[in-house]
């Protein structure tokens, strides 16, 4: 049928291949046995935790920098990777997150969630 030739001629935008977890273990940055101690933890305590990291490698400095002022964006940049790795496609995490294409494309360009998964493409 003509409709199947034009679903199939168009340029797919996947998301499938993004997997945070995969990208990390690429780069050294987690084993398996890190996953199953993250995975203990409810996220409060892993955001205090990086907090408290951070602090110390900071040498207790981390006085002046506007952390809660950055939050909101902190938290939507882990969502938007977090739902470019939980869904088939590009159009399935708009649905996913309950944003319109535009948004979509606004916040992606904005935490450059596709340059995030290209870099884990070249290595």
């Known amino acids: 049928m003509t409709w199947e030739r034009k679903l199939t001629s168009r340029k797919k935008k996947t998301t499938r291949s993004h997997s945070i977890i995969r990208k990390l273990r690429k780069e050294g940055k987690i084993t398996e ?15 205090a935790l990086k907090l408290e990291l951070a602090n110390r490698a900071a040498g207790g400095y981390l006085y002046g920098l506007p952390i809660w002022q950055t939050l909101p964006d902190i938290i939507r940049e882990s969502i938007l990777k977090f739902a470019a790795t939980a869904t088939r496609s590009k159009k399935e ?3 996913f997150l309950g944003l319109s294409e535009f948004w979509y494309k606004k916040l992606n ?4 969630i596709d340059y995030y998964f290209k870099e884990e493409e070249k290595t």
């Open 93 to 95: 995490a708009m649905r």
């Open 33 to 47: 046995e890190f996953e199953v101690m993250l995975n203990n933890l409810p996220l409060e305590e892993v955001i």
């Open 109 to 112: 360009r904005k935490y450059k």
